[in-house]
């Protein structure tokens, strides 16, 4: 499963609302090759789901992820900072076992 925090939940309420999407869309979560840890997380927001993507809902907020990334993001708690120390969603994942500096990108 994948869970969002209340500082998360806000801020995608927030930007799906900005951008007047309805509720069929979700939040897509997924992984890429690339940064400078290996790989990379990615969001966004889509209204297709497709035959092999898990899809869970944690406070109201429904996300989806491909098979593929579901393996990386397994237990992964998406947060929000607006902190002095940097301004964005951040992954709590526990099956990283090393992150950049960033926090962008991660490796397993």
Not at 85 to 99: E, L
């Amino acid at each position: 499963m994948i869970t969002v925090s209340d500082k998360a939940k806000e801020k995608v309420e927030k930007l799906m609302q900005d951008a007047e999407l309805d509720t069929t869309y979700r939040l897509r979560a997924s992984v890429a090759g690339g940064g400078c840890s290996g790989l990379s997380y990615k969001l966004d927001f889509d209204n297709e789901v497709k035959p092999m993507d898990q899809e869970f809902e944690d406070k109201g907020v429904r996300v989806v992820v491909d098979m593929k990334s579901f393996l990386y993001l397994a237990g992964t708690q998406l947060d929000f900072s607006d902190g002095l120390n940097g301004k964005g969603f951040f992954f709590d994942n526990p099956n990283a076992s090393r992150t950049c500096g960033c926090g962008e990108s991660f490796s397993v």
